[in-house]
């Protein structure tokens, strides 16, 4: 079975993956994976969704050369994928439409979603204004507090926010929380997870509504420099954004796949959020995958200054791709992070999502290290409004 | 014979239903757990379900949730859970007890080690909430002698009831909502209305659990039901209760729960 023709049958990649749920919601998975199946091979589905990414999202989105930044850095030419320009200001959006419209279709009127930074609750909550759907969105107490535009945003677009208190208040716990619900309102409500992890069909059904940044970049890289890059760079916390790029490069077995995971103070501090740099596999969500767990198998608390990365878990299509070695998974520091950001603001003029800014940290490392023809594309998953005021507060200063 | 299944037979023999209680271990601190199992026999529980704590239990509602973040605080793991049942075997070889919690932990362990060690140790049952028949080991716990415990609900298909009576052994538990544990929105007759073509496609004795609060609920649900389940309920005591009541308090809950049970008519053996 080549590496593209995963998940099996039993939702697996290889090992990982899999269907780890209640029986309440049992019923409601396999139903979401008929139905996706059906959709799938339905070319009025398809084209909608095409349409909508064209007319709605602004599809596709360009890649640009950091001409001044890669000068700076005196190596190889880093390409960017700018996500960060689609509606919302990030890759989330991609996926959000593919899912209403598969609400749609099973006559599903509430949807529910779990954020961290808040990119995917404001993606979710602009498909469900969009669709015509109610909205709820579960939010980490600790991120609501470091995310407050994209709450307000949401807010706006009319969902309603529930803070969650519970456990670590940050992504997972909001995980917890959606399932929770999802549980108790499973015949009405339509479940949007945000990233390519959770049970089966999600992992599969994220990478696919995502693909569509690697197909474009698969276009646009023969017409931009005659050729595909050298590698691929994506920041990794649940990790859909860098699916969204790898999974149509995995057949092109000359092009570096690097994910970049969240370092945190690093590795050998233990506050840090790199489940493959540093985790063991585990069952966490609905699936079985690298998890930053203790001895005893309980769930530890993750470190990111990207409230986005701060995930103890990531999507099982990584952790198969780690074992194969089709990937490499790689880390950097918060402080790392935290460069990148300034420089790409002051070099190229685009303020970057603090998620994409672990990419950018990484492309940075690498690019020095490579003679001045290799190319670095570069997914820069989102824009860093959302972040100002993190980057503020760091630098003791209030906004 | 295990002894969940010569359990169900005695009480069946005596037209009495199945009282579950469930804890969890280490909740509030790890001294009490054992002393409180054998409160809550002496008090009327046929069954003991001991819940594993589990740092994100997804299917829990909010007082599991707090009872899970107690028992962590004193960084209570799967093998304390197993000590503690060999302790509690050392005065107490009938009462059948099922561990309930999630997969994580006993992943970590190796589903080989847990399960020796929980035979060992004088465990009957296992349930992990997460671990449908199609992800579950059946083969290393059925080597071990444990039974295995599964989840039906009101949503679980005609096929899936099939797929779950193939796996299962000891008992099936029927989730009597959509919902986590401790919700209130429990009706009996649909319950009722439910049990019939379970027992059909599931010669298992069947529990009815979730949303069951008191001896009133528990005594309609036991009209249908082999066995009832109640959790939430007795960890609201164990919160409510000072440190030196929490037997006491407890005792008495499950033992008006146990006599509002036996006061409905007896069911044809």
Redesign the interface.
Known sequence: MHLTQFPDE?GRFGTYG???????????LEELQQEYERARKDPGFMQEFHHELRHYVGRPSPVYHARRWSAQLGGAQIYLKREDLNHTGAHKINNTIGQALLARRMGKKRVIAETGAGQHGVATATVAARFGMSCVVYMGAEDVARQSPNVYRMKLLGATVVPVS??SRTL??AL?EA??DW?????STFYILGTAAGPHPYPMLVRDFQSVIGEECLTQMPELVGRQPDAIIACVGGGSNAIGIFYPYIPHTDVRLIGVEAGGEGLDTGRHAAPLSAG???????F?SY?M?D??????ETHSVSAGLDYPGVGPEHAWLKDTGRAEYVSVTDDEALRAFHDLCRYEGIIPALESSHALAYAAKLAPTLPREKILLVNLSGRGDKDINTVAHLAGITL | MSRLKQTFANLKQRARVALVTYITAGDPDPQITVPLMHRLVESGADILELGVP??????D?PAI?RAT?RA?SHGV???NVLDMVSEFRRQDADTPVVLMG????????GYKTFAEAAAQAGVDGVLM????P??APSAIFVAQGLDQI????????GQ?MQL?AQHASGFVYY?SL???TG?TSLDPEEVGARLPAIRQLCQLPVGVGFGIRDGESARRIGQFADAVVIGSRIIEAIEQAPRDRILDDVGQLVGTIRQAMDRSPDKAA
Not at chain 1, 18 to 28: H, K, N, Q, R, S
Not at chain 2, 54 to 59: G, K, V
């Open positions: 039993h899999g269907v780890f749920v209640a029986e309440t919601l049992m019923a409601a519970s456990g997972k716990d917890n399932m929770r549980v108790t309102n499973v015949a063991t596999p585990g069952i966490l969500h609905g079985r998890l767990q001895e005893n198998g309980q769930v530890i | 589990f740092s994100d239990p997804m299917a509602g949730q973040e962590l793991s799967l093998r999630y997969a994580n932990p006993v992943e970590r362990m909430v997460d671990v449908p199609e992800e599964f989840l039906l609900s009101p949503t679980t298909t899936r779950i989730v959509k919902g986590v919700a």
